[in-house]
DNA sequence: TTGTAGGCGTTATCAA
DNA sequence: TTGATAACGCCTACAA
């Protein structure tokens, strides 16, 4: 039979659609056992009110969405887990929503704010280099949470959670310094990067120059641009690469985990060893630096927190109780086997 | 201002609403001149058309849906990316619902069916298990991509591609035991498991048995209840039990890669070296067993093959060119740096 | 506590 | 090539 609508089952059940309308969305003027009747109607009927007229209809609905750019990332899922059960303690509901690497992500909130009559958004990962043109057809609050901004962005025009990325990075790479090294390569994002690859980048020089360590051009690897970015197989190709240069260096700090252990394999089938050799330092804090063998030096980001602290704004925006607020959570140096002081 | 809708375009336009429907799907009974004009108009006020009305509206829409169990699994990252692209190149748009571990699929299924008009499902990752009556709600073709079945499930019934689990997983067990090993430790799901973990214990057992190997329920190790499942988290911890237990063994065979990275951090920080001490080996071929040290001999799944492969049989069934299929892909040993032969 | 009727924003039908 | 109008399935004043 063709799909059953609510009318449908109002008639079955001797009762107008009001009625069952109320039984579904356990409306309070309804007596119990008309209720209990009209689903268990439903039950037998499966009948599934049809979501679309639902959204068409309501004027507003408890929901929030999390937009997240390159799914791919490993980071993210505890991340997701935490905004799924934060929201949902809040009595909302959850949409996940992926965005293509090649989709515009303020577009696909647009359409979804229509769609979904969302109250908020989170937006998760990605560069987020819009005009402000476009933002403002955004008429719900949202957040965004681990994403790195360039600086040309007035504060004042959105909310964020995140670690600082050039501090951090700065840390790492003195860290790695004052164990001795200076010869220190870097693993980062292409030049042409505008996010947290370049304020990773930045905090490297920082570092080196603090440390009255020139910058040596040779040293600065980029990822290449037709692998997937921050991917082990880029860390581990352009690692081949940089070994195969014979350019010195005692030291390599990869902005991201995962090109951390492409980069350790690259070392290890050079016939070379990590930390012997070369000491390696990763960027996020990903299970597998721990699990890697070497285990790996890594910066951990607070992820639990970044995600709590996020729905917090979120919701205290979407309740008006401020108007933009910017969160900077530390990360934590993680010392572990693959990073050990230079020796001559 | 409050968000657009057609009519207030068709007013600006001075044109009806019917028009202008028509200028944004394309439709061929409209004069060029007027779609661009509408087409500017529609810019210029950033007019979003409302998913929730068309859907509601519209009898049926080109789009596949992909319901993913377990967004976790690195496995299907690849998976998704082939699914895109071949659902895209149908000319068909592409959703990608995650289902929650405790969520019904076949339910999230109905829904979806109902609200996105869908023309077919593709299931991936899980354990179906589930009432036939239930299924046949269900009026859309689907497959089954990667998902283990109980051999109880009528295979007229519906679609499924995959690797033959019993048979890989034998192929592992067949290959340690060819090494000389005999004293095989597996790293499997906990015995209640109906799925795809049964069926790789089922491929340990028969390989022990073809060799004239014993089993030894002292080897056969459970992952814990209250870890994620198939993490490297819970082969760690079930790893480092069975070392503490004192039970003998020189070969541990994880079902999923990512319990056998587990597994390997557990011997080394015992003091005890893969694969000198104990050959590791592990199921599914995820990038990490090529990028860890060592490098983890595993099987290999032809993802990239499955993946089209289901998209293939959806859009025949789609396309009413045959009823059920299954279809079978072999898995491929990858032999690599964690196992060498037994010695004495 | 229950039912009737109108409208959410779009697309499809049919007539102009 | 266009436009008026009736659905799509549901929710919600409002009335009973």
Redesign the pocket.
Known sequence: M?????????KI??????????A??N?????E???AMIMKVIKENH????????N????ASKTIAVLIKGITNPFFNRMIQVFEKEIQRKKYSFILQRVDENQDEIEVAIELE?EKRLKGIVFLGGYFSHVKEKLEQLTVPYVLSTIGMTPEFDPQEYSSVSVDDFKESYKMVDYLCRLGHQKIAILTAPMSDVSIGKLRYEGYKQALADHGIPLNEKLVCCMKEQIESYSMENGYVVTQELLASGEEFTALFAVSDSLAVGACKAIFESGKSVPDDYSVAGFDGLDITFYYHPSITTIRQPVEEIAEETIRILFDLINKKMTHAHKIFPGELMIRDSTIPYKE
């Open positions: 063709a799909s059953m609508t609510i009318i449908d089952i109002a059940c001797g009762v107008g659609v009001t009625t069952v309308s109320r579904i969305n409306h309070p003027d309804i007596s056992e008309t209720k009948f599934v009110p049809n979501n679309s007229a639902r068409l209809k309501r004027s229509k």
